[in-house]
């Protein structure tokens, strides 16, 4: 009895161990078929390169899970949800049973709000307020029902792997609150903690605001001027001067539906103050009335278009002049909120962005305090024009080779100047031979 195993059990063993790869590694770096295939025979051969052609389909960039990769490989022409496996089409029946449940409490919920939404507040007339009373209990009880209902919406489609396959390959409408459920999932365990810990460690938080929740994502890229590419910024990042000559593009992910108008501001906490020796703070860009919502969050801060934003302050590049330590480029997110007015019925529902308000750019600028980029105060901002912060990024620049060139460029004076550390005397005792001062 022949102790080798056969071809098709070979090729099997090895397919399997290709798709239990975790890493993936690109086709050029995977190694050629034997060269010593042209003196065997055909079928060990044809045995080599069938091999090869395994090893380079398995190892291309992975999508989703290793699981999910595997049944794709080995079932191409079916498509995913009809995939030939009992105990997949067995839990995908479950769940199907699981989410018509759930669509039939969504439907009765709707009939519930649509009911008390129509119902008439009547109250005792005189002063007592009965009515008013009447009137916020009922809005009370249409947000504890929307509520509700948002959290129907999700749980319905929480447990669909079709949903879960596409949010995995990026495919993910913004618009349905499963997706943004997902994604707010990911950032708050992924990208929230890191920059939180970057805002409070460098003390952001509280020299420029005394506190500060993010309840949407950032994300910053600076444009390359060699090149029409961008490159994205972590949080907390030194950047060279000549990057952030060019103001950078801004992505806002809100992750509860309905649009917001939003402020965008840059500030500078480090600026070397020399006459009171200390710092001070001045602004780098400050742009009202930017709508974002979640499925329009790309926000180009150097050239807003008509409707898309009112600019108070232009960029001013990112600099620090020599012989300084590196300087905090603090970017925060200001949402433009105001409370509903009291003789509006219908409420503020869970999931839907509060009621913005379109500021007076005008009024903005003409407010010395805050149309000056030495100086700027950015609480006095917040309190004078009821704003709420809910995102921040940060990013950090120094003294380079090229900064000379970007403050000459940019108008900046003061680019020949250079920091040095005053020299402090030692005490008395402290000096060398010091002993006729014992």
Partial sequence: ???????????????HRCLSTEAATPTSELPPPPA?????????VATANAEHQLLVQSRRTPIGSRRRRAAINST?????????????????SFLQEDRAQKLEEIRVQRERIERLREKVVVGSAGNDGSEDKLRREKEGKLRDMARRLEELKVNADINDPVIKKRFEDGQGDMSKPIYRHLAHLRWSSTTLPLLNQRLTQMNVIPDV???????LSTEMAFPVSTSTRLKRVAHG????????????????????RGERLVTAVVVNPDVPDVGKDGFGHRCHYLAVNIPVSPTDTRVRLGDLEAGKGDVVMDWLPAYAQQGLPYQRMAVFVLEQSSPVAKGEPLPVLYGEAERTRVLDVEQVRLNP???????????????RWGLKAVGGDLFRTKWDE???????????????????RKRVEPLPYQRQRGSRYR
């Avoid at 009895?1 to 397919?15: A, E, F, V």
């Avoid at 022409?77 to 496996?85: A, T």
């Avoid at 605001?209 to 309840?215: F, K, N, V």
């Fill in 402 to 420: 090229g900064t000379r060139g970007v403050m000459e460029s940019a108008g900046i004076v003061g680019g020949d100047v250079e920091f040095k």
């Fill in 1 to 15: 009895m022949s102790l080798k195993r056969p071809i098709t059990q070979c090729l099997h063993l090895r397919r």
């Fill in 36 to 44: 010593s295939t042209r003196q065997r025979n055909p079928l060990t």
């Fill in 369 to 383: 305090r805050h149309s000056v980029r030495e100086g700027f105060n950015l609480r006095s901002l917040v309190d």
């Fill in 76 to 92: 191409t022409q079916i498509p995913f949800p009809l995939l030939p496996y009992q105990c997949f089409q067995e839990a995908r």
């Fill in 209 to 215: 605001l005394p506190s500060l929740t993010p309840t």
């Fill in 237 to 256: 990042d030194i950047l060279l001067s000549e990057l952030t000559e060019r103001a950078p593009t801004i992505w806002i992910q809100p992750f509860d």
